[in-house]
């Protein structure tokens, strides 16, 4: 004797729900994620929102930032887990910086390298500063290796330099953009070019 349920089949109901099951983790496993993600943007200029003078008792410091936006859009969802890195730094005759190590970039607002992007958020993330100190263009990375501070007057002195940044999160596509920004010989004059 068959059990049945509305005159169909036990079995046939085991098979259903479980194909009705298959297509709803398909959806939203790959279907959905291709259609909600997140539109991420990278902007700079040389307005003081970009490049801004700091102080910090008698030492001044300039800092090159980077925005980062989640655009708002309908189809537009949150970057999970969204963090920069510094991928590498290259002079003007296009000679890669060494000694350095790939890091993430500090967040202005945040004391870590990772956050979640709401849709129609942004935030500015620190790129390179100066300071009255020294003519040295210093990475805004959570580590720079000590070689290249002790070297970075002969190797990040006045000059042009294009520094190649990644995008990374959970769930999103990584991408990468290079920015190039110029030390000048005075103090005030770092600036994207």
Not at 93 to 98: C, G, R, S, V
């Amino acid at each position: 004797m068959t059990i049945t349920l509305l005159n169909i089949p036990i079995g046939i109901w085991a098979l259903l729900i479980s194909f009705i099951a298959l297509i709803i983790a398909i959806l939203k496993d790959f279907i959905l994620p291709l259609i909600f993600k997140p539109n991420l943007v990278l902007k700079i200029n040389n307005s003081e929102l970009f490049v801004r003078d700091a102080s910090s008792g008698r030492e001044r410091s300039r800092w090159a930032r980077i925005k980062i936006a989640n655009k708002d859009g309908f189809f537009t969802r949150k970057a999970e887990n969204c963090y920069l890195k510094l991928i590498e730094i290259r002079n003007s005759d296009n000679e890669l910086i060494q000694p350095f190590n790939q890091s993430p970039l500090k967040w202005t607002v945040y004391q870590n390298a990772k956050n979640d992007l709401s849709k129609g958020e942004s935030h500015f993330i620190d790129l390179v500063y100066e300071s009255t100190g020294h003519r040295v263009l210093y990475p805004a990375t959570i580590s720079v290796p000590i070689r290249l501070l002790e070297e970075a007057e002969n190797k990040l002195g006045p000059g042009t330099y294009s520094l190649k940044v990644g995008v990374y999160g959970d769930n999103f596509n990584s991408f990468t953009k290079t920015f190039n920004v110029e030390l000048g010989k005075n103090f005030g004059h770092l600036k994207y070019v």
